[in-house]
């Protein structure tokens, strides 16, 4: 079965602390993976993806397909950060580029 | 300058009365996603259209149709809603299949 975990639903820190939000799935094969972000009254937005191998407002993901994780790390969280997201993996044999969605996970970034 | 539009923002509608949501982009993207978000749970993804071509998912209810009239909108139909189809309803679009997905905001859509 194709799932995304996303075991922690609120992850709280302080600011200028290290953040790590956890993704883990299940997928037979070389997954797409990606995070999406939401913030707060607004929509649903591409943070990065695996495959840019990209740092994004100082967010990056690493794949470890041992694992079968994709985990979201921060070295120093801001306040900015606080939203909801959402881990996403496409899986490419169905070549419809839909996306399965983990629960997500809310980060409060305190002052 | 909204990319993808959804209309309404909130829809009530009665258990059983038939109910259209709205989607709208500006982006002359190829492909348009319906995803369906139930209170605290993931978005799931109820069918897509790669231009004209309609892609259900299999196990997508009857209840739901989607039309897709022309490259910039896209409707989601419920036929006969129940209380259980309660949910935000999510609209994306790509300019591929396995490019970015661009999200309007949702449609809330409450069952009375």
């Known amino acids: 079965a194709q799932r995304v975990t996303q075991p922690e639903k609120l992850l709280s820190v302080f600011k200028g602390a290290p953040v790590e939000l956890k993704c883990n799935y299940s997928y037979s094969g070389s997954p797409e993976l990606f995070w999406y972000v939401q913030y707060s009254r607004q929509r649903l937005q591409l943070l990065l993806r695996h495959i840019s191998r990209e740092s994004i407002k100082g967010f990056t993901a690493d794949l470890n397909k041992g694992e079968t994780s994709f985990h979201l790390k921060k070295p120093f969280a801001q306040e900015e950060d606080s939203a909801m997201y959402y881990c996403?993996?496409?899986?490419?044999?169905?070549?419809?580029?839909?996306?399965?969605f983990g629960q997500g996970t809310t980060l409060q970034v305190k002052p | 300058d909204a990319m993808v539009i959804q209309n309404p923002r909130y829809q009530v509608t009665q258990f059983g009365k038939p109910v259209t949501l709205s989607c709208s982009q500006t982006l002359n993207h190829n492909v348009m996603y319906w995803y369906q978000q139930k209170s605290s749970q993931a978005p799931k993804l109820l069918f897509h259209?790669?231009?004209?071509?309609?892609?259900n998912e299999a196990d997508t209810p009857d209840n739901f149709q989607s039309r897709r009239p022309n490259t910039s909108f896209c409707f989601l139909d419920i036929r006969s809603p129940g209380l259980g189809d309660a949910a935000m309803y999510l609209c994306?679009?790509?300019?591929?299949?396995?490019?970015?997905?661009?999200f309007g905001p949702g449609t809330r859509l409450t069952v009375t």
């Open positions: 996403a993996l496409s899986p490419p044999s169905s070549n419809t580029g839909k996306l399965i």
């Open positions: 994306a679009t790509s300019r591929d299949r396995r490019y970015e997905q661009y």
């Open positions: 259209y790669y231009d004209k071509d309609f892609n």
